[in-house]
């Protein structure tokens, strides 16, 4: 059984402590290879090497750290075969999600921070005929990248690349649950020859890494994606240190579904935007409202869709759906449907857990009949599980699709230029898609409202994140040219 082991100062170690945990494939239950249960003093461990390698690096040429970027893109690339078996292995998710989606994605981000780096520039004003001021980036220092489990490589490259092309070293923390295409990036980035010290990764639980990775004085900023709950933790944690935070958190998000939709592209792209990753996608929307002249139209052919979805084995290809992470998670989405049938909603599809090999599978479920401010309409479930609701007005599908405390991500369809953009400006959310899913311009900020976040990622708002700015403000004297 493989041990995975941290990456310190250029080195593969055992924790500390000597622990280790197993690691489940959760299409089979069954453990395939072990993670170190790393604590403080592995957190110390990495910190300090980050710090130590942070003067070097940081004085390293925005050339030099994106050749090597640009490195390791490639042997992401070519490894890309590798890495999506992995990330099927460790998170249940069909292969070819993996190796479609986030394994080419993960060697995008690289490539995209790579040559985005050459775009931080400083600004210059002339105050007067003797007086200059201007700005610069300069690099943050050591700084601390906390990724979720349900993308893994994909959300850890996209906080590990802005990080390094901007000048910083990082002390990246995987999802425990997941660690196992984070300890592959470990091996590629020592292969592509990043400096010692430069990128770390330290494996094991929030509970024993967390306080310390929030509190050391030497890390100047972290970059974090989770939970809410999660995020609330580090906010307490190192917001009176004055650190810089930028936290993408949880979300409940709405499609909302207007009777001139262009309907065949809307129903074919809702059923993805609701069940993709096992509905473990921060941006899935799960809450689908649907004005009601095309209510009954479109829950008999949803329901037709959703029905006609392959659960399966993540390696078959005609899986359309895997197994969720975990055993916990698992019971925590059933749990729901029973809070759901509890509180008088009606079932349309699904609803069970599937028995297939000892995994962790799920069917994926619609659910009508349940009121806006239902827990089932209110928590984030993250899992295979929607409810459907009819609306008769504008108003009334803007006050339910901002009912919730989340504010991440929502999805209008409509012909109605007019329309779509008033609707898209009344939704509480980070960004609204307009006839469309997951279609995104690296360059644009991203990031949630309310609970579901705090600060903006992607672009040039990451490169910033990860910098401090200085103004110098110059002035010379006319007399002495006369000298």
Known sequence: MEKILNYINGEWL??????FQPNKNPATGLSYSEVPDSDADDAELAISAAT????????????????????????????????SRDESTDNGKPHKLASEVDIPRSELNFRFFADLAVSLHGE???????????????????????SPWNLPLYLLTWKIAPALAAGCT????????????????????????????????????????????????????????????????????AAPLFKKLALEMGGKNPVVIFKDAEYDKMLSTV???????????????SRIFVERPLYEKFKKDFIAR????????????????????????????????????DEG???????????????????????????????????????PVVTITPFDSEEQVTAMANSTRYGLAASVWTTNLNRAQRIARQIDSGIVWVNTWMN????????????????????????????EVKTICIETSPEQDKL
């Open 271 to 285: 059923v993805r935007s609701s069940f993709s990753n096992q509905g473990q996608i921060c941006l899935c929307g």
């Open 14 to 19: 055992s924790p500390k402590n000597g622990k």
């Open 170 to 237: 990082v002390v990246a923390k995987p999802s425990e649950i997941t660690p196992m295409t984070a300890y592959r990036l470990s091996q590629l980035a020592a292969q592509a020859g990043f400096p010692k010290g430069v990128l770390n990764f330290v494996h094991g639980r929030g509970s024993l890494l967390g306080e310390k990775l929030s509190t050391d004085p030497r890390i100047k900023a972290i970059s974090f994606t989770g939970s809410t709950q999660t995020g609330r933790t580090i906010a307490t944690l």
């Open 440 to 467: 995104r311009d690296l360059r644009t900020p991203f990031g949630g409202v309310k609970e579901s976040g705090y600060g903006r990622e992607g672009g040039i708002e990451a490169l910033k994140f990860f910098s």
């Open 124 to 146: 210059a004003y002339r105050s007067d005929a003797n007086t200059m001021s201007f700005t610069e980036h300069a690099p943050l220092g050591p700084v601390v990248c906390i």
């Open 52 to 83: 130590a390698a942070f003067p070097s690096w940081s004085k390293t040429s925005v050339r030099e750290r994106s050749e090597l970027m640009r490195k390791l893109a490639e042997l992401i690339k070519e490894n890309a075969d590798s890495l």
């Open 306 to 341: 959703v029905g006609a979805l392959n659960v399966g084995d993540p390696f078959n290809m005609q899986s359309d759906l895997g197994a969720v992470v975990s055993e916990d998670h698992m019971g925590k989405i059933l749990s729901y449907i029973k809070k759901a049938r």
């Open 345 to 383: 909603g009606v079932i349309l599809t699904g609803g069970e857990q599937l028995k297939v090999g000892g995994g962790y599978f799920v069917q994926p479920t619609v659910i009508e009949n349940l009121d806006c401010n239902s827990c089932v309409n209110q928590d984030e479930i993250f899992g």
